[in-house]
């Protein structure tokens, strides 16, 4: 597996696109807007909306301009800039919502689940989830016209920083948003990839973006859609209507993998889901001596979080450092991250999982040294450069960071 790594993200690299002009940034996270603005974004004309400028990184203002289920607990939301501009970004990436719900100012990150070879909107999709303040506050009260401010897109989970020339997709639950994305990249641009997407769910009315997938599966011979599913019910239901799907019964297993991609062995695989099911799945790789060379992850599990907090806090120092940013100086202790230090002098900054899975706080280390529990958002050629990851990294000297 060879990767292209770049240092922040420039999408023109990997497609020749023009250059973005930055974003002109918002200093406050507003509150979902109740008042439709539909139409100050549903009847931009086609041709302002191909003469937009690209949006490759930083902060924007979006307009919910759709929103529908996907299935009884998710729902899907079509976004556009309140400035007509085209999205760019790498198959696999995720934004950053910046939300006040309640008075209190809110971060979390969701997988883009559309592809940028339809660059004129976003898609994002969520899962309810009990007691989840923001996927409830969002899919019961984010509607049409409604307006949101995000950042990104960020993450290395994707299509360009991972090179392949077969690809398994192995996904679980809401897992299967960013294999959307990659699917629908490859199928756009590459109408030959080699894919083998293997999907598990509960039941049949828990299979998220069902049409799609199987109209992608449907035009392409190099394309195989199978579903594991937990329940038989409507199994043959499901087969019947996409003639080009597999599907078996029970959960993920060695013998149903090689059954339904003998070949998987030369594929490299891309892993999302619930923190059990991609454990479940590394466990089983590893026994069948499957080159982990060749195996992705992403994660905004609970179970990761909690090992990068204990990590953080384990060895704990007590001795005083300083913490220079501009020309602020702060002074931090050994056992405290750079991230505590950054939000005590209210420098502003997007942490969205605090726990160094979404990239999202990324910050150079200018001068000074520096120990990190995780790297895993951040390329080889961004930890040369010196960038690290707020929440996940101690300081052990006066350091000067450049946000």
């Known amino acids: ?27 406050e996270a507003p509150v979902i807007k109740t008042t439709p603005t539909l139409e100050s974004t549903a009847q931009v004309s086609p041709k302002a909306l191909l003469a937009a400028d690209n949006w490759q990184r930083g902060e924007v203002q ?10 009884h607990d998710v729902v ?3 976004f556009q800039g309140l400035t007509p501009v085209k999205f760019s970004f790498k198959p696999g990436q995720f934004i950053t919502f910046k939300l006040d719900i309640n ?5 979390r990150s969701y997988t883009i689940s559309s592809s940028p070879s339809r660059p004129f909107s976003l898609v994002v999709t969520i899962k309810k989830i009990a007691g989840g303040v923001v996927s409830n506050y969002l899919t019961e009260s984010l509607n049409v016209g409604d307006e949101v ?8 989970f994707n299509l360009v920083d991972i090179e392949a020339d077969k690809y398994l997709f192995l996904s679980a639950g809401c897992g299967v948003t960013p294999m959307h994305s990659m699917s629908r990249w490859l199928c756009d641009t590459n109408t030959d990839s080699d894919i083998a997407f293997v999907h598990s769910a509960k039941t049949v009315d828990d299979i998220m973006f069902a049409n799609s997938i199987a109209t992608m599966a449907s035009r392409s011979q190099h394309f195989n859609l199978n579903y594991v599913l937990e329940s038989d019910d409507n199994q043959q239901h499901l087969t019947d209507k996409y003639a080009s799907t597999s599907c078996e019964s029970g959960r993920l297993s060695l013998a149903t993998l090689v059954k339904l991609v003998p070949d998987y062995q030369q594929r490299t695989v891309f892993v ?5 099911y991609m454990a479940a799945v590394k466990l089983m790789l590893e026994a069948a001596e499957f080159d982990m060379s060749q195996f992705n992850q992403e994660s905004f599990g609970a179970s990761s979080a909690m090992g990068l907090k204990a990590a953080l806090e384990s060895n704990p120092s007590t001795e005083q450092f300083m913490l220079s940013i501009g020309d602020k100086q702060v002074p931090l202790s050994g056992d405290q991250s750079l991230l505590d230090g950054i939000e005590s002098a209210k420098i502003p900054i997007i942490a969205a999982c605090r726990s160094g899975v979404c990239g999202a706080c990324k910050c150079q280390v200018v001068s000074g040294t520096t120990v990190s529990s995780s790297q895993m958002a951040l390329t080889p050629d961004e930890i040369s450069a010196g960038f690290v990851l707020a929440c996940s990294t101690k300081i052990t000297s006066n350091v000067r960071l450049q946000m």
């Open 62 to 71: 979006l307009c919910c301009v759709e929103k529908w289920h996907e299935t």
């Open 103 to 107: 008075g209190d100012k809110v971060y």
């Open 1 to 27: 597996m060879s990767s292209t790594p770049s240092v922040g993200f420039s999408f023109s690299q990997a497609l020749c696109a023009q250059a973005a002009k930055s974003v002109t940034p918002v200093n």
């Open 76 to 78: 899907s939301f079509r």
């Open 272 to 276: 999302c889901g619930p923190e059990p």
């Open 149 to 156: 401010t995000v950042t990104g897109p960020d993450g290395i």
